[in-house]
């Protein structure tokens, strides 16, 4: 499946202080693993043998070792057009204020994202540890016409209880989310059926919640809705405005195939 219109941002990274002292003079995706590699170059890494090779790096706290390691990693040829580009907080016309969160650092540089030759827009954390295809959550986007696919992982009750959870309808759209649920009756509103998630090929093992995994997929049909009063442009540079919007969940799963399935060979962790 051709990538060439999706664009990879990977979010920088905070202070990190559960890795503490690797980050006291760094970021977390800068944190170095299995010798010369950082944790950076795992999402950075998944978006190359995906077929996406133009990626922002979003950036601001303690970023100075992490702007030189992709400086001196990433390099393509003139004629592909590919990049890794770092977007560092700065003040601007517009406002003076740092990022203040993931979804803020993202609206601040949505002018590097509203291109023409952009219809795509997947959003990745830099501190996971994952080996994931994106053309298998562009394609499950295509298929649902979909506005937004979040990758989900399939977990345990105790485990769910230190992830974001989602609660799907049999259609794999989201309905609702529930941040870190601490007791029976939030794990139970956001509980998954099992056998549904197993006639998808999605191998349950116990597990009867779907963690979001902080990666999105935003476009298509629309890629983004009206923030801070100001009507964001879809790719298609068309104006928009939703009561409703299209969430659907990509699964990611060690083995098998399904329609609303992401497959991978490897399971996900965040640092």
């Known amino acids: ?24 003079h760094r970021s977390k995706p800068a944190v170095p693993l299995f010798g ?8 950075l890494s998944n978006c190359i043998n995906s077929g996406i090779n133009r990626m922002y790096v979003l950036t601001q706290f303690n970023s100075v070792s992490l702007h ?33 969160g993931t979804a803020d650092a993202v609206r601040k540089n949505l002018r590097y ?24 959550m562009l394609r499950t986007h295509r ?8 990758a989900g992982l399939p977990v345990d009750r105790d485990a769910a209880r230190s992830f974001g959870i989602m609660r799907l309808d049999e259609s794999g759209r989201v309905r609702g989310f529930v941040e870190k649920p601490q007791t029976d009756e939030q794990l139970d509103a956001v509980r998954t059926d099992p056998d549904w998630m197993a006639q998808r ?9 779907i963690a979001s995994m902080g990666i999105y997929l935003f476009g298509g ?44 060979g490897r399971s996900t962790r965040r640092i």
């Open 143 to 150: 298929e649902h016409d979909a506005d937004i696919t979040i």
């Open 1 to 24: 499946m051709a990538m060439k219109n999706v664009v990879g941002v990977v979010l920088g990274g905070g202070k990190g202080t559960r890795l503490y002292p690797l980050t006291r």
């Open 201 to 209: 090929g999605v191998p349950v093992h116990g597990r009867d919640c």
């Open 221 to 264: 049909t629309c890629c983004w809705t009206s923030c801070g009063g100001q009507t964001i442009r879809t790719s298609a540079r068309r104006s928009f405005r939703r009561r409703s919007t299209r969430i659907t969940c990509s699964c990611i799963c060690s083995t098998g195939t399904g329609r609303t399935s992401v497959r991978s």
């Open 36 to 43: 010369k590699y950082r944790l950076i170059d795992v999402p």
């Open 113 to 136: 994202l509203d291109q023409p030759e952009i219809e795509y827009v997947l959003i990745l954390s830099g501190d996971q540890l994952y080996r994931m295809d994106f053309n298998d």
């Open 68 to 100: 030189r390691h992709i400086r001196t990693t990433y390099w393509f040829d003139p004629f592909d057009k590919g990049f890794v580009e770092i977007l560092a907080a700065q003040q601007t016309l517009e406002g003076e204020q740092w990022y203040e």
